[in-house]
Nanobody, 118 residues
Framework: QVQLVESGGGLAQPGGSLRLSCAAS????????MGWYRQTPGNQRELVAI???????NYADSVKGRFSISRDNAKNTVYLQMNSLKPEDTAVYYC????????????WGQGTQVTVSS
């Protein structure tokens, strides 16, 4: 079993920045992908960014050039640096970790609220 604990959410002004962190614990011996989804009320969760095995990254078109994903494998931690935030980035952000290399099944964190508002 894997546990994911997110931190770093909160309130930011438009144009501002936030950095999310997610630490994985438990059975974390495999070099699987980790990343972030987000969800707004009434909508499905959408992929924000993910870093897969080998360092391959994927970003949602809406965040390309503004958000950056990174990870520290020694700490089993993934980060999401969010710059030039927009009100439409307001959502609950969930950390995910693949259940196997290349799997589309994930472990999920509990979520952290990000609010972008003036």
């Amino acid at each position: 079993q894997v546990q994911l604990v997110e931190s770093g959410g909160g309130l930011a002004q438009p144009g501002g920045s936030l950095r999310l962190s997610c630490a994985a614990s438990g059975s974390v011996f495999s070099p699987v992908g980790m990343g972030w989804y987000r969800q707004t009320p009434g909508n499905q969760r959408e992929l924000v960014a993910i870093m897969r095995y080998g360092g391959i990254t994927n970003y949602a078109d809406s965040v390309k050039g503004r958000f950056s994903i990174s990870r520290d494998n020694a700490k089993n931690t993934v980060y999401l640096q969010m710059n030039s935030l927009k009100p439409e980035d307001t959502a609950v952000y969930y950390c995910v970790r693949e259940r196997g290399v290349g799997s589309n099944q994930y472990y999920w964190g509990q979520g952290t609220q990000v609010t972008v508002s003036s």
